[in-house]
C-alpha cells in the first residue's frame, strides 16, 4: 500500500461578535539592528453573528478560546509559514512576536510589501487531527463577501515599524471548504492514498483508442458533497518528438484520504466522475458525451493495493461495450483486436496497446508502467512474482518457465515421467478480469443465497485461454456451505495425480499475487497433495471467492 502524507482540511464555517482595531505603524526601537526590518502583528477579528446572520448560510460558532493562528505570506525577500500563540489584551486578540513576523526590507529600499495569503486559528497548536475554529476568507471564493477584506491583505511595510493587522475571520466548519477558497489539502495533517485511472474510448466503428478525459473526485457526507479534486487530466503526448509515434496518456494517480467521519468500511464514501474528453490529434471530438462513475467504499479502496507497494488502476471504457478494436468481434476473435482467439495473449483486450513496450500487452500487464519480462507477468524480474507456467514455482527460480514440472524437479517435466499440466478448477470468474495477469484459469464467487448448497465443478488441465477443447478433464471439485463452514472434495480422475496443489479462499476479489502467482495463494499452508478433502471456518460475510489451482499428472 502507498501511503502519501500531505495536509487535508475539511470545510469551514462561521459567525460572530466582532473586535475593533484599526491597521496602524508603531515605531520600534532602531538600536536593536531593526533598521532594516518590519515587524508584523496580526490581530483575527471575528465577524458580528448577529449582523451577518441574516445574509444566510452561517455556522455556528466553537466555544473554544482562540490560542495559536497559522499564519502564510509572501514578501519580496521570500516567505513565511508560522504558528503563532495569539494574545489578549485591553485592545482584543493579537498575535505574539515571533522572528519569522519581522520581515526585512531590501537594500536600498524604505518599504517592501507584503502579501497574508493565508490565516487560521486554532484552539490547540496545529496538528493531526486538529481543525482550526476560525478562518479569513479568500477572494474568488463563495465567503469572501462576508468579510470586509478578503484574503489575500497586501500592505507596505516601513522599516523600523511595527504594523499592526487587522484580519475578518469567520467560524470554521469541516464541511464546506471550498467555500472559503482554500484547498481540501491544506491543514491537517493525515495519512492518504493512491487512486489511479487509465481510460480507453472506442468509436463507433470499434476503433480503440488511448483516451484523453477528465477526473472530479467527491466526498460523499450524508447529503453533501466535498468537492476533493475537479477538472484532472493525464499528462498526454506522442512517442515521437515529430508526433509520427504513438499518442499515449499516462495513468493519473490522485491522493485521496481513507474515511475521516465514522464511515464503515463498506460504506460509499467517495465518487469518482471520469469524463471523457477531446484529443485532436488522436481520436478528434468523440461523437457523443462520455461519463463513468465510480463510486468507493474503503472496502473498494484497499482492492487497489497490490503487493509490494504497487497500485492496480481503475481501467475505463468509453463506447467500448459491444466492439473493441479495429475488427468485428467474431467467435474467432471474441474481443475485436484482430488477433484470433487461439493466438490471443490477452483475451477480452487488445493486444497492440502495450505502453511501456516490454511486449506484455496493458490489460494483462501487472506493471504496465514499468518495462518488465513477460515471464514475470510484465513486472520488472526482481520482483519476482510471476508464474508463467502456474506449477508453483516463481518464474525467476523455475528453470523451464514455460513448462510445468515439480518443484523436485526445478520447476521442469520429469523425463520419461507422466504428462503434467496445470489444472484449474472451472469457476464463474476469469482469473484475467480479476488482476492484469496474463494467466489462463478460474475462480469461483459464491454469493450469500448459495448457503446450505453443495456445487460440483470440472477440473481442467492444459485450457490455456480457458479454453476447455484445448484441455484435459481431470476431475471435479465438489464445495458444500453450510453456516460457517466450507468444504471441499476432490475427485480425480482414474490415472490423475496431483504435483502440486494451491488453493486461495478470500471474502473479497482475489488481485495481484493471489490470482497470477499460485505459490503465495492463502491456504498453501493447510493443504497437500496427498489430501482431498478439506473444510475451514470463516469469520466474515457469505460471499466468498475461491480458486483451485493444480499440477495434475497423467
Not at 444566510?56 to 495559536?68: F, L, T
Not at 464514501?269 to 463513468?292: F, H, M, Q, R
Amino acid at each position: 500500500m502507498k501511503i502519501i502524507i500531505k495536509y487535508l482540511m475539511a470545510s469551514l464555517v462561521f459567525a460572530l461578535f466582532i473586535f475593533t482595531s484599526c491597521t496602524q505603524d508603531e515605531a520600534i526601537d532602531t538600536r536593536n539592528g531593526y533598521e532594516k526590518m518590519a515587524i508584523i502583528e496580526l490581530g483575527p477579528i471575528l465577524n458580528d453573528f448577529l449582523n451577518r446572520q441574516a445574509e444566510g448560510g452561517i455556522p455556528a460558532c466553537s466555544d473554544e478560546v482562540p490560542a495559536y493562528a497559522q499564519i502564510m505570506l509572501t514578501h519580496e525577500l521570500g516567505n513565511v509559514d508560522v504558528v503563532v500563540p495569539i494574545l489578549v489584551g485591553e485592545s482584543g486578540l493579537f498575535t505574539d512576536y515571533d522572528e519569522q513576523l519581522a520581515i526585512p526590507i531590501p537594500d536600498g529600499e524604505t518599504t517592501t510589501e507584503v502579501s497574508l495569503t493565508d490565516f487560521m486559528v486554532y484552539a490547540e497548536e496545529p496538528g493531526e487531527g486538529i481543525m482550526p475554529i476560525w478562518i479569513a476568507p479568500k477572494e474568488g471564493s463563495d465567503y469572501e463577501n462576508f468579510v470586509n477584506d478578503p484574503l489575500p491583505i497586501v500592505f507596505n511595510l516601513r522599516a523600523g515599524s511595527k504594523k499592526y493587522v487587522p484580519v475578518e475571520v469567520l467560524c470554521f466548519d469541516d464541511r464546506e471548504v471550498n467555500l472559503y477558497g482554500y484547498q481540501f489539502f491544506d491543514l491537517i495533517p493525515v495519512k492518504l492514498y493512491e487512486f489511479c485511472v487509465f481510460a480507453n474510448y472506442c468509436t463507433d466503428d470499434g476503433r480503440h483508442y488511448t483516451a484523453n478525459y477528465n477526473v472530479d473526485i467527491d466526498y460523499l457526507l450524508g447529503e453533501e458533497e466535498i468537492n476533493l479534486y475537479e477538472g484532472e487530466s493525464p499528462e498526454i503526448g506522442n512517442t515521437e518528438d515529430n508526433n509520427s509515434g504513438d499518442w499515449y496518456a499516462e495513468p493519473l494517480c490522485l491522493v485521496i484520504p481513507a474515511p475521516m467521519y465514522g464511515e464503515t468500511d463498506s460504506d460509499v464514501y467517495l465518487k469518482v466522475t471520469v469524463t471523457l474528453i477531446a484529443w485532436d490529434d488522436n481520436y478528434g471530438d468523440p461523437a457523443g458525451e462520455y461519463s463513468k462513475v465510480v463510486e468507493l467504499s474503503w472496502n473498494d479502496v484497499q482492492q487497489y493495493f497490490g503487493e509490494d507497494n504497487t497500485i492496480d488502476f481503475e481501467h475505463i471504457f468509453f463506447n467500448c461495450n459491444d466492439q473493441v478494436n479495429d475488427c468485428p468481434i467474431t467467435e474467432e476473435d471474441t474481443d475485436g483486436d484482430c488477433v484470433p482467439d487461439a493466438e490471443d495473449e490477452c483475451p477480452g483486450y487488445d493486444d497492440r496497446d502495450d505502453m511501456d513496450q516490454d511486449g506484455v500487452p496493458d490489460g494483462c500487464d501487472a506493471c504496465p508502467e514499468d518495462f518488465g519480462d513477460p515471464l514475470d507477468g510484465g513486472c520488472p524480474i526482481d520482483d519476482c512474482i510471476g508464474d508463467a507456467d502456474s506449477d508453483g514455482l516463481n518464474d525467476c527460480i523455475d528453470q523451464c518457465p514455460y513448462q510445468a514440472g515439480p518443484e523436485s524437479n526445478d520447476g521442469c517435466p520429469v523425463p520419461g515421467s507422466d504428462t503434467c499440466e496445470t489444472a484449474y478448477m472451472e469457476g464463474d470468474t476469469a482469473l484475467n478480469t480479476l488482476a492484469n495477469a496474463n494467466r489462463w484459469g478460474w475462480a469461483e464467487h459464491f454469493q450469500e443465497d448459495d448457503d446450505g448448497t453443495s456445487k460440483t465443478f470440472d477440473i481442467w488441465a492444459g485450457a490455456g485461454q480457458n479454453d476447455t477443447s484445448k484441455g484435459e478433464h481431470i476431475g471435479t471439485a465438489e464445495i458444500s456451505i453450510d453456516g460457517d463452514e466450507i468444504s471441499l472434495e476432490i475427485t480425480l480422475n482414474t490415472g490423475v495425480s496431483l504435483d502440486e496443489l494451491h488453493i486461495n479462499l478470500s471474502e473479497t476479489a482475489p488481485s495481484g499475487n493471489n490470482v497470477f502467482a499460485p505459490g503465495q495463494y492463502n491456504l498453501n499452508n493447510m493443504v497437500d497433495v496427498n489430501t482431498l478433502t478439506y473444510t475451514w471456518e470463516r469469520d466474515y460475510s457469505d460471499d466468498f471467492y475461491i480458486i483451485i489451482h493444480a499440477v495434475a499428472c497423467y
